[in-house]
């Protein structure tokens, strides 16, 4: 009986089974003849790149050194040798001047760093006004072609606090001819 069984076993492993180990077996050492290769691969890049690293070594001629290590008592001698830093003087918050004020100008505007009056002209109809005090503009900038300004505007409700807008315009000719805002 154990002999029949046997038998019938190796039949049915015979045909299909014996092909699905065939298969099984020609993978695996596809496998690792691939990974032998990679192995070969990655030493070889070692080995070049080792090849580079020493001949740099060589050719500067930089010898290793070796990293000692201060004992405690020359540690503790060297700090005691640092002098410790005087405190620096910060000036407070009392010392800090708004920007109106600062900055006082003839022509209605805080800063104005190169911006000639043409320039100015052109941009001045682009400021808005809040309310009877006139617009409010921190400062203006140009580069000739752009010209940046930041007014402060006031606070639209339900906000309570005021908000700077940056407007860069492109300018052609004298001609505004792209307006940006920010804010």
């Keep these: 009986m154990i002999a029949g069984a046997f038998g019938e076993a190796l039949r049915v492993f015979w045909g299909p089974g014996l092909v699905f180990l065939v298969a099984i077996v020609w993978i695996i050492r596809r496998v ?9 691969l ?5 080995r070049d790149w080792m090849k ?7 050719s500067t001629k930089a010898e290793p050194r070796l990293m000692r290590v201060p004992s405690a008592s020359d540690r503790e001698k060297t700090r005691a040798a640092r002098k410790p830093a005087a ?5 407070g918050t009392e010392t800090i001047v708004p920007m109106e004020e600062a900055r006082p100008s003839t ?14 002209d052109i941009v001045r109809p682009l400021f808005q006004s809040d309310g009877a005090s006139g617009p409010r503009v921190l400062w203006v900038r140009s580069t000739g072609s752009h010209i940046a300004f930041c007014e402060r505007r006031d606070a639209t409700p339900p ?5 700077d807008v940056i407007t860069i315009v492109k300018v052609v000719e004298g001609n505004v001819v792209g307006k940006w805002q920010f804010g």
Excluded at 32 to 40: D, G, N, Q
Excluded at 159 to 163: F, M, N, P, V
Aim: proline share 2%; aromatic share 0%.
């Design 32 to 40: 690792i003849r691939a990974a032998r290769t990679e192995s070969r």
């Design 42 to 46: 990655e030493e070889e890049r070692l």
């Design 159 to 163: 906000s309570k606090l005021a908000r």
């Design 52 to 58: 580079g690293e020493v001949a740099q070594l060589q």
């Design 87 to 91: 405190p620096q003087a910060v000036a």
């Design 107 to 120: 022509s209605g505007l805080a800063d104005r760093t190169g911006v000639t009056e043409t320039e100015l």
